[in-house]
């Protein structure tokens, strides 16, 4: 998580388009148990099972 | 093989056999849509609903430890709004008793979602007074006090089967158990989870993000099956008997120590087919034993007295 957020600044920084690809831990992997969110900019959380993996590096609230 | 009857009929609600998918594991039911045939469990029960959608506790919700998981989701829903029109009406394909579990933040908003949910066909609906996972002092469920105030409240408003979840962070269960009854419960469920922490040693932080979580698993099955065994001495209500159940023997452990039916949280994340392996070797049991009936079996353990 730490080097995404690294290559996610860096992106920033030259104007790249950027999308990363996380990981959890999951219980489910089904989208059921809401275990493995992230937590988004828009004060939001996201399952990384079902609404990415991959998501815009802009999105997330590192 | 001998046909043996599964069906079990606890407060008016007819379950096709005793195995009931729990609240929290399975989510609203339409994400396990390829996993698991509803229409062949006895009842299911929802994710908690509360009256406003709640986002939950931050992560990681999520830590393994030795034949247990412990969670720190924090009722992370839909709300009721959008559960009644996104999520209810996937359920209601089936024949299966929907049993709607919620909570909330004090009182009325219990009172408000049970007077919404009166106008829905549903089996039921569930109380969640024991999630351990909101930060609070001390939860509904951990004061007979507060338990029968809050039953005897919601008993007022609708005519649907109550069922209440039991929180096993007590020191006596029986108490909060009779409280239950007294204030006019239907149902008793049990157990929630434990309430537990793990720490990293490394950054000497707590592992979940929420802290303190939930413990669940078979880790926790003896002494949730100790609580069954426990209430079951002191009501005549039908117990939806809970608490690391893996297989049909733990199935079984559950009825015989007092349970009317058996509830599945955590095998759902282990193995989807758990019901259906169990409703199969329940139903083995039976013939090998030549009981005729599941209900026979409730509460069928042999004490030796002293």
Known sequence: ?62 | MRKVNLRVEIAGITLKNPVVLQSGCFGYGEEYRDLIDINRVGAVVTKTITLKPTAGNPPPRFVETAAGLLNSIGLANVGIKAFLKEKLPYLKKFSTPVIVSIAGKKKEEYLELVQILNREEIAGIELNISCPNIRKKLIVGQDELETFHLIKAVRRKTKLPLLVKLSPNVTDITKIAKSAEKAGANILSLVNTFSAISVDVETKAPKLGGVLGGLSGPAIRPIALRMVWQVRKVTSLPIIGAGGILSCNDALEFIIAGANAVGLGTVIFINPHAAQEIITGLKRYLSRKGIYDVNELVGSLHEKTS
């Open chain 1, 1 to 62: 998580m730490e080097m995404l957020k690294e290559i996610a600044r860096i992106a920033k920084s030259h104007r790249i388009f950027c999308q990363v690809s996380l990981e959890e831990h999951m219980a489910c992997g089904v989208g059921a148990c809401q275990g493995c969110v992230v937590r988004m900019k828009k004060n939001e959380y996201k399952r990384v099972c079902k609404d990415g993996p991959v998501f815009n590096s802009e999105e997330i609230a590192w």
